[in-house]
């Protein structure tokens, strides 16, 4: 299957572009790997890379074109008698991938749920079960992020969403983003056992973290 840039950047595929050169300023900045040190400076020169090129791809009008007439095709190939209906397509592309994410064929939900997102980028069911998706393999982890955060822009409101992004973004160690997450995730969906624990761990991280740097020698 082609690579999806757009899923890379969390973008919809009709996103402008300055909507990809804006995207990516500001995953550059986030992920640059000069603020890590360490194996997270390693993960943080992949994802540098990944969404260099991405950007390269998408912001240059003959790449683009290409890279989005090889999603055409894949997701023609993918979507059989529902090519002609986009919702039959979506529906079809999120039935697929719930199946092969509930067998433990992580490659396969994701391409399908990737297919779902480039036929609707409105579609938030997509953008969270791609996050969800994408959590299951480290190699994925940029994906994860911008797909939580689309899906969390697109139901601002859903517990569920909100949730699946604080966790996703604290372990990648986004811990002040994942704190508003969480802690939205308790504004809309009331008490929550489970998830006020893991905002009292983030918040003991931070004050550690905190303290140590606030040590005098």
């Not at 994802?47 to 894949?74: G, K, S, W």
């Not at 008698?81 to 039959?88: R, V």
């Not at 939205?184 to 624990?197: C, M, V, Y």
Request: glycine share 8%; aromatic share 8%; with cysteine.
């Amino acid at each position: 299957m082609a690579k999806n840039y757009y899923g890379v950047l969390g973008l919809p595929q009709n996103a402008t572009d300055e909507d990809v050169r804006r995207r990516f300023k500001k995953l550059a900045r986030e992920n640059h790997p000069d603020r890590f040190q360490g194996e997270e400076k390693l993960r943080a020169e992949r994802d540098f890379q990944a969404i260099t090129e991405a950007f390269n791809v998408l912001t240059d009008p003959e790449r683009r074109r290409v890279h989005d007439a090889d999603l055409t095709r894949a997701g023609s190939s993918q979507s059989g008698s529902s090519a002609g209906d986009p919702s039959q397509m979506v529906k079809a592309f999120l039935a697929h991938g719930v199946k092969a994410y509930k067998a433990g064929d992580y490659a396969t939900a994701r391409e399908s749920f990737e297919q779902a997102t480039q036929v609707d980028p409105e579609n938030s069911q997509g953008w969270y079960n791609l996050a969800l998706t994408y959590s299951r393999q480290e190699r994925w982890r940029i994906g994860a992020l911008r797909a939580a955060e689309r899906a969390c822009e697109l139901e601002p409101m859903k517990p569920a969403y909100l949730k699946l992004a604080g966790r996703i973004f604290a372990r990648a160690g986004r811990t002040e983003q994942a704190e508003r997450y969480l802690q939205k995730a308790l504004t809309w969906g009331g008490s929550d056992a489970e998830i006020e624990a893991e905002l009292e761990e983030l918040r003991g991280h931070q004050k550690g973290r905190r303290g140590l740097f606030g040590k005098g020698s």
